[in-house]
């Protein structure tokens, strides 16, 4: 994620502040320009002291302390881009879910933040009904009797996150059950989506489609069977050799959306890094596999070999860091060298499917 810094008096902030601590301005982030904008209230509107000409509004979901995003003053909805996103939020009349759907849009934000910094089309289902995407945050109790089989996941352009995603303890559990080494509420989001983008960008060019299949496998092996053989006898033998995670090497489907989503967290980690200008010199006399001269933007950097040979140190320091402090590592996988090629088809098929800006 990116560091920001305060238009105002130049105090560094983060991305999910409405306030600055140090001068009191109040902050708002533009999507279009990537800032957090100091404000100056103009009546009920607000102006950036570094540009007068706009006005802006909070977005309506800022009233429940979920939100810090601009909207123009002309936008009729009221909603930001990445709020539009959601159909279905949950029952805020309830104490306990208005903390948990806090805790979810922070996730969401960042994911959105994300799509929009690897320049990939954000659209709304609502207003898109055949190309966008759209969020549905739900409880179980929410859907009545069919609440049993209802999972997070993705269908159609919906990605539906389980409330009970937002809850740690039950998140761990979860988490324990599956046998998982990572679960999370952004990761669900970065691999829910993957499966919105593998629809968009895979599968409807044929080229493109033919390039996956050689890397990830023929996804028109059934999914119902592969799953439940999944669940039944476990991960393929060996497979960590050529998949990032037990999951990916249960149907092509699954092993696209959880490289897709540790793409992204290889670009947000590097990112970060690049931001706080982290450099890496352990005190070892081989230090050519942990050493970390410099850091780049990974979204501006179109080889993704110099990305990985970033973030392998990088969480190589983090995990270490963590287990000084009794912490589980940030970043228990292994990515092995087929996985490193996966990866790079992701970010060779983006840089081509940037929108121009």
């Not at 006399?285 to 950097?301: A, G, N, Q, T």
Request: proline share 4%; with cysteine.
């Amino acid at each position: 994620m990116k560091l920001f810094q305060c238009e105002n008096c130049n105090n560094p902030v983060f991305f999910e502040n409405d306030k600055c601590e140090q001068c009191g301005y109040h902050l708002g982030y533009l999507d279009t320009t990537f800032d957090l904008l100091a404000l100056l209230p103009n009546l009920k509107q607000w102006q950036s002291p570094t540009d007068g000409l706009q006005n802006f509004v909070r977005c309506k979901n800022y009233a429940y302390n979920v939100c810090n995003w601009l909207v123009p003053d002309t936008d009729a909805t009221g909603f930001c881009k990445a709020c539009k996103l959601n159909r279905t939020i949950p029952d805020i009349g309830i104490k306990k879910n208005l903390k948990k759907w806090r805790r979810i849009e922070v996730a969401k934000h960042r994911l959105v933040f994300q799509l929009q910094k690897l320049r990939l089309p954000v659209q709304s289902k609502l207003a898109h009904p055949k190309t966008g995407f759209c969020f549905d945050f739900l409880s179980r109790r929410d859907v009545g009797d069919n609440g049993k089989n209802l999972m997070t996941g993705h269908a159609n352009g919906v990605v539906t996150i389980l409330l009970s995603e937002a809850d740690s303890v039950l998140r761990e559990q979860m988490k324990r059950e599956m046998n998982e080494r990572y679960r999370t509420l952004i990761g669900h989001f970065r691999h829910e989506i993957g499966h919105y983008y593998w629809e968009l960008l895979v599968y409807s060019n044929e080229e493109i489609l033919n390039d996956f299949r050689e890397l990830f496998g023929d996804e028109r092996t059934s999914y119902g069977d592969a799953l439940q053989n999944y669940y039944k006898n476990g991960p393929q033998k060996k497979w960590r050799k050529n998949f990032i995670s037990k999951y990916s090497s249960s149907h092509p489907w699954e092993d696209w959306a959880e490289t897709w989503a540790h793409y992204l967290h290889l670009l947000d980690t590097v990112e970060t890094a690049y931001y706080f200008g982290i450099k890496i010199e352990p005190n070892l006399k081989d230090k050519k596999h942990l050493r970390m001269k410099s850091i780049v933007d990974p979204y501006e950097e179109s080889s993704f070999k110099k990305i990985v040979g970033k973030a392998i140190p990088l969480f190589s320091a983090i995990n270490s860091m963590n287990r000084s402090m009794g912490i589980a590592d940030v970043y228990p996988f292994v990515i092995s060298k087929p996985v490193i090629r996966k990866m790079e088809f992701i970010h060779k098929l983006l840089k081509k499917n940037r929108l121009t800006v």
